[in-house]
DNA sequence: TCTCCGGATCAAACCGGTTTAGCAGGCAGT
DNA sequence: ACTGCCTGCTAAACCGGTTTGATCCGGAGA
């Protein structure tokens, strides 16, 4: 007659002819179990098959032994933003190493509040990660009131207690724009992202900054989503001006793309006429037509780094701000000098997609 | 001197004046409690804010009440793909209805299998999604073996005794190559996803059954890896034959997109000189140049579906498959007939680009 | 009045670990 | 020989719920 079920800690004890305290403190490694004794633990609980069970560590330790992402986007939103699945092959990436889980809710924004209450109360997780900050994020107060450790990426514009990552889009924005003038661009033109979320609102002020500190006109920014669907239409706006942008600096790739669309439906040519930079450096972004200069960011990394910090602190108690690598520019064929004054119709001359392209800071 | 930590169920038996066990029942719902000490009990439950220990319950009911996900894929191919945080958000609608939780893992193809047996082995969760199917999948096996439930998104082509999430590519990609034989093309080729996956298998078939069926040649297949880079580089291939398809069908929509930019530059018009088709209606589809005809599937459905099937499973055994609705057709501008044999250049006429499309079986 | 029955309630065991208090025995110090 | 201390281990409490077996009580039936 066979035992159902896994073997537990009272089965190693018997087998081992100790105790259970015993059995715990040689499977954990703790002083005060003579080293023969230890072995024949280990050897029983080896011959047993014995694993920890999670549920039983987790009610005695008091502890999860997971951490939560709480992502608030419409759905229609999520598919085309490679940032999250990157993010969290990241995070995953440091916390499979810890024996630690990932416990993911992807809700409606009016269910987020409720989301981290319910993370909170049932216990489930140790600590979460704050991402898709928001301008006065009232999620900083929320966690605290909920004393639900945390790691923010980005620092918030709010005092936050909580360690932040410090991903920083103002010097890769920056980057892009410094590059655009260089190439003599006057009239040089912002997608932005919805000024609420603070990554939105970051970008469009380091493209403020660069242009004011260059003396060049901050008038021409349309506010839009990051979708494709918002890129399209505020280009739309941007080229039916009559002081039309001769550059288009674009929060993100996607919305980057959809703006090349619109720019050859127009027939305007990118980049003899217009130059467009993107976000993000998307897989696409190397194999569109023309291949779009853009921001590479590391979100992988930004997942390793902010997974490494966040059980730190909920193992060992808080600490300072992580800093980051700050992003590249990566130059590809969409980025070209502006037109003469002289409006002269140049050839569409094709150049061949280059997916590597090169790089500035 | 307050206590410290939530109030457990003893503090609510002894705010309410009965014991631990009536405390269970009347939460519960269970009968054996008068109606008015239920009332007391939830009256002291709410006035002291009570709320159930996950880790408690975990441990009494031996139930993780949580399923998992484990995505074995490059985290670099993660990113382009919309499928995976469509089909999440699907699966969090149901789970937290439910009071169930996501618990993700994303793993490195060689730790996948380790991946599954700890899960199991932790008892971290109650059952999990099979995803990605492969030709032979030996996880099907592994997954009997270590007891634990699971439903797979598509049927497996081994047997398997667990519920499957009928969805079908057939006939998504036979309207598609259907609808290319209709327009008048004759040379329509393939670019495959990797034949080791079921759904690159799956779509190759329905490619080459809708062709034999129209008594035309299937030799014009490459097989590819689902990624931009590797879309472009099999276009190439297709572009450079002597008998070059004046039509390609995409397994999805990255490789389809770069495959437009590789037209572009080989100076051949789309959809004039060649049309293409793509497979899965990703948000970009509609606004790039021409706007992409594709297949329009359902990850966010399928997502609520196989997480209703998975939680059934576990709650309630063992139950039939779930059928799915047919995947349907996008007509955009990507498609047309092909040109005429006498070999006549047309100007690169532009439509503007439709992001809706219209809509075929 | 006595018996029987069923509903309401309680005490205790249980899930599988961790942690603490305490005990036995060996050895050194005085 | 007695005290003190250290080592190696055991027994029991504990984490916060669920579940079971036993008990108490009032009302129906004989």
Redesign the pocket.
């Known amino acids: 007659m066979t035992r159902p ?2 073997p ?3 089965d190693v004890a018997r087998a081992a ?6 059995v ?2 040689a ?2 490694g703790r002083p ?3 080293e023969e ?1 230890r072995q024949r633990i280990l050897e029983a609980a080896r011959t047993l098959g ?1 694993t ?2 999670h ?3 987790a ?4 502890r999860a032994f997971a951490v939560g992402l709480v992502i608030a986007r419409p759905p229609e939103l999520l598919g085309a933003d490679p940032f999250f699945p990157t993010f969290i092959a990241g995070v995953e990436r440091t916390l499979s190493h810890r024996g630690q889980a990932l416990v993911l809710q992807m809700v409606p924004e009016a269910d987020e509040e409720a989301s981290y209450r319910r993370l909170a109360a049932n216990g489930r997780v140790d600590g979460v990660f704050l991402l898709d900050l928001r301008v006065q994020d009232t999620r900083l107060a929320l966690l605290e009131e909920l004393q639900m450790p945390a790691v923010t990426i980005a620092r918030p514009d709010v005092p936050s207690r909580y360690p932040a990552l410090l991903v920083d889009d103002e010097p890769g924005i920056a980057a892009a724009v410094n590059h655009l003038i260089e190439l003599g661009h006057r009239r040089i033109a912002h997608v932005a992202g919805p000024r609420h979320f603070l990554h939105g609102t970051v970008r469009r002020r380091a493209w403020e900054r660069v242009l004011t500190d260059a003396r060049l006109p901050i008038g021409m920014v349309v506010e839009s989503d990051f979708s494709a669907a918002g890129g399209a239409q505020a280009t739309r706006e941007l080229l039916d001006r009559v002081d039309r942008p001769t550059a288009v600096v674009y929060a993100n790739d996607l919305m980057a793309i959809a703006g090349l669309s619109v720019a050859l439906e127009y027939g305007i040519n990118v980049p003899g006429q217009l130059s467009v930079t993107g976000f993000d450096n998307t897989e696409l972004a190397g194999y569109v037509t023309p291949p779009l200069t853009s921001v590479r960011t590391d979100p992988f990394g930004w997942g390793r780094a902010a997974a490494h910090a966040l059980l730190d602190l909920i193992d060992r108690g808080p600490s300072g701000d992580i800093p980051t690598p700050p992003a590249q520019l990566v130059v590809r064929a969409s980025t070209a000098p502006p037109p003469k004054p002289a409006r002269r119709r140049r050839p569409p001359g094709q150049r061949p997609p280059t997916p590597t392209g090169s790089e500035k800071t």
């Open positions: 079920g896994r537990t800690i009272s002819g100790v105790s259970k305290g015993a715990s403190f499977l954990n005060g179990v003579a004794t014995w920890p069970s549920r039983a560590r009610l005695s330790a008091s």
